[in-house]
Nanobody, 114 residues
Framework: VQLQASGGGLVQAGGSLKLSCVVS????????MEWYRQAPGKQREMVAT???????IYAASVKGRFTISRSNAENSVYLQMNNLQPEDTAVYYC?????????WGQGTQVTVSS
């Protein structure tokens, strides 16, 4: 299983970005699709999760600003990020759980300037 993330970039505080992650298998086979992020010197943290049933969970720091969604037709998961703040600066990773196996995509850098 391969995951290809894209959509990162440089944005000013208050701006928006939309991350995309294409999955190499039928996304309907995944148990969970998630976005994580890792800022310099910090541990990787979960940002948003969507289960195959559509249940979503968000980190408290992004709730109300970020939205995770998926497209079965495009085998993709997205992360819409609004009102970005400098503390959102990190490398963002797409993660898929297929049954008991875990798969990671390469990261995409998001930098928010103040």
């Amino acid at each position: 299983v391969q995951l290809q993330a894209s959509g990162g970039g440089l944005v000013q505080a208050g701006g928006s970005l939309k991350l995309s992650c294409v999955v190499s298998i039928d996304i309907a086979q995944t148990t969970l699709m998630e976005w994580y992020r890792q800022a310099p010197g910090k541990q990787r943290e979960m940002v948003a999760t969507e289960s195959i049933r559509g249940t979503t969970i968000y980190a408290a720091s992004v709730k109300g600003r970020f939205t995770i969604s998926r497209s079965n037709a495009e085998n993709s998961v997205y992360l819409q990020m609004n009102n970005l703040q400098p503390e959102d600066t990190a490398v963002y990773y797409c993660h898929a759980r297929v049954s008991v196996r875990h798969y990671w995509g390469q990261g995409t850098q998001v930098t928010v300037s103040s």
